[in-house]
């Protein structure tokens, strides 16, 4: 895989800020079914039919039985040696800044610290009335759908279709696309927005970006370095080269 890390290692070297996007991608080779591969149908349902308000509010417990399926999924599945690169990288430069689309919490078990979680987190839900958030809910869940001490239904602590970002998280994402000097865009079928618009604010600020993908994607016809191969290969790679 050496032979992916070009002369472009040098840009890498030379950053002071690197800013990291992973999708679904990251986590494939843990063995987490992406969203738009062909793991992305459960039982006879797409993800974007049930990562939805609407899908909650018409069958909470349809909805959460899948939400506890891959919370079983990811529980038993293991960071990567592309998620254990970017905890390796995070150290090496003097601001650096993980923003992933992902909710299985893999990044964090990994060992990043500098993280920032666009779409929420699987393993924290939130009561449907008083906002509260528990991350103690057991998995499997033993009630489906769970509820709150008050009462109301919890509901997954992630970004639904149709539901804005958290702020704090988007603004910190959006800050460090336009600073930094190095993007990595890895394991993203960039399609899914605002986060996909991230990579396009990091180059027109000036920033190399480098994608790392199994396959071509809209962001790739603009970005430095299109990079086309397994991230828990290639991740470590560009963590050797450096
Ligand atoms: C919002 C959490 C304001 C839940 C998810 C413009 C601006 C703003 C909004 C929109 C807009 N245009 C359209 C919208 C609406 C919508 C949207 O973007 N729709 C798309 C489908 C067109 N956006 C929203 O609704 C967002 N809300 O902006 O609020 C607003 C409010 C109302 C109306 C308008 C705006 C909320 C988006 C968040 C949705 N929640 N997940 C859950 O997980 O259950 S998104 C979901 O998709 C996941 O988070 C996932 O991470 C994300 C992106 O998918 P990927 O991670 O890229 O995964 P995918 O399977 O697609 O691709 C995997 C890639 O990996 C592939 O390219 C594959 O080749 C590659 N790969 C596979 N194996 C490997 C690999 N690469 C390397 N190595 C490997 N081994």
Redesign the pocket.
């Known amino acids: 895989m050496a032979r992916e890390v070009g002369e472009w290692i040098d840009t890498l070297r030379r950053a002071q800020r690197v800013t990291v996007l992973t999708?679904?991608?990251?986590s494939?080779?843990s063995g987490v079914p992406?969203?738009?591969?062909e793991g992305?149908l459960w039982r006879t349902y797409r993800?974007?039919e049930l990562?939805t308000p609407e899908a909650f509010v018409r069958d909470p417990k349809l909805v959460w039985e899948w939400y506890d399926y891959r919370r079983q999924v990811v529980s038993k599945a293991e960071p990567n040696a592309g998620h254990s690169a970017l905890v390796d990288l995070e150290s090496r430069f003097a601001e650096f800044l993980l923003v992933t689309?992902?909710?299985d919490n893999l990044h964090r078990r990994a060992g990043s610290r500098s993280v920032a979680e666009l779409?929420?987190n699987l393993f924290r839900a939130r009561c449907t009335r008083e906002g509260t958030i528990r991350e103690d809910l057991p998995c499997p869940i033993p009630e489906i759908p769970p509820v709150c001490g008050c009462g109301a239904l919890l509901r997954p602590d992630?970004?639904?279709?149709?539901?804005?970002?958290p702020v704090e998280q988007i603004t910190l994402a959006g800050e460090a696309a336009r600073r930094s000097d190095v993007m990595l865009v890895?394991?993203?079928?960039?399609?899914?927005?605002?986060?996909?618009a991230l990579p396009e604010a990091a180059k027109s600020n000036g920033a190399f970006v480098v994608e790392?993908?199994?396959?071509r994607?809209p962001i790739s016809p603009f970005v430095d370095v299109s990079i086309q191969g397994?991230?828990?290969e290639v991740l470590p790679a560009i963590v050797d080269a450096l």
Do not use: D, K, M
């Open positions: 999708g679904a991608g990251i494939a080779e992406t969203f738009r591969g992305g993800a974007e990562a689309q992902n909710v779409h929420g992630v970004v639904w279709f149709g539901e804005s970002l890895v394991g993203t079928s960039a399609v899914v927005y605002p986060a996909a790392v993908n199994l396959q994607t397994p991230a828990a």
